[in-house]
T-cell receptor, first 110, second 114 residues
Framework: RKEVEQDPGPFNVPEGATVAFNCTYS??????FFWYRQDCRKEPKLLMS???SGNEDGRFTAQLNRASQYISLLIRDSKLSDSATYLC???????????FGTGTRLTVIP | EPEVTQTPSHQVTQMGQEVILRCVPI?????FYWYRQILGQKVEFLVS????????KSEIFDDQFSVERPDGSNFTLKIRSTKLEDSAMYFC????????????FGPGTRLTVL
């Protein structure tokens, strides 16, 4: 069973576009939620935590729907530097490791 | 800004050989992790380490694997007899005490088993 599922993409969008990624998680005991960014052959880096009330960080907005076990990430005004793989990540109550989705690949085109 | 460091960046070894991957976690962090990522696949948890002992491990972390904190700064992953399928990127991560705290990842060691 996959703990975290994401559409692998790729998403190819022009600069300035708005793009949204979705993620579902299977374990109702999931406790904390994150979006990480991973550049090619690099380590995952935290983009933002996801809170129940939704949260925004500049051009990035994350939403969590616990009832549907669904997480989303919205990127507005896409930049070339946003090109990366976006990883949906959860933790589960009682376990302190991270569970990663396979990632969604984004390419922003000039 | 403090960061997790890992050495070597790339390790090439022959099947059946032992390898040791090294990590220096962030100095005030208390929980340490190893993850791996096979090329084209997701990041997978291997093991977590706290208070000088393994706190959790996944099914991947079998008897071939071991971890150690030999001194106050290093955290190592040993693979006793490497297999072809051990070829992957190995990431070390660390965090402070709180379970909701961010895990910070090192740059990874690319292990290639020939």
């Amino acid at each position: 069973r996959k703990e975290v599922e994401q559409d692998p993409g790729p998403f190819n969008v022009p600069e300035g576009a708005t793009v949204a990624f979705n993620c579902t998680y299977s374990n109702s005991a999931s406790q904390s939620f994150f979006w990480y960014r991973q550049d090619c052959r690099k380590e995952p880096k935290l983009l933002m935590s996801v809170y129940s009330s939704g949260n925004e960080d500049g051009r990035f907005t994350a939403q969590l729907n616990r009832a549907s076990q669904y997480i989303s990430l919205l990127i507005r005004d896409s930049k070339l530097s946003d090109s990366a793989t976006y990883l949906c990540v959860v933790t589960i109550t009682g376990a302190n490791n991270l569970f990663f989705g396979t990632g969604t690949r984004l390419t922003v085109i000039p | 800004e403090p960061e997790v460091t890992q050495t070597p960046s790339h390790q090439v070894t022959q099947m059946g050989q032992e390898v040791i991957l090294r990590c220096v976690p962030i100095s005030n962090h208390l929980y340490f992790y190893w993850y791996r990522q096979i090329l084209g696949q997701k990041v997978e948890f291997l093991v977590s380490f706290y208070n000088n002992e393994i706190s959790e491990k996944s099914e991947i972390f079998d008897d071939q694997f071991s971890v150690e904190r030999p001194d106050g700064s290093n955290f190592t992953l040993k693979i006793r007899s490497t297999k072809l399928e051990d070829s992957a990127m190995y990431f070390c991560a660390s965090r402070t005490r709180q379970t909701t705290d961010t895990q910070y990842f090192g740059p990874g060691t690319r292990l290639t088993v020939l």
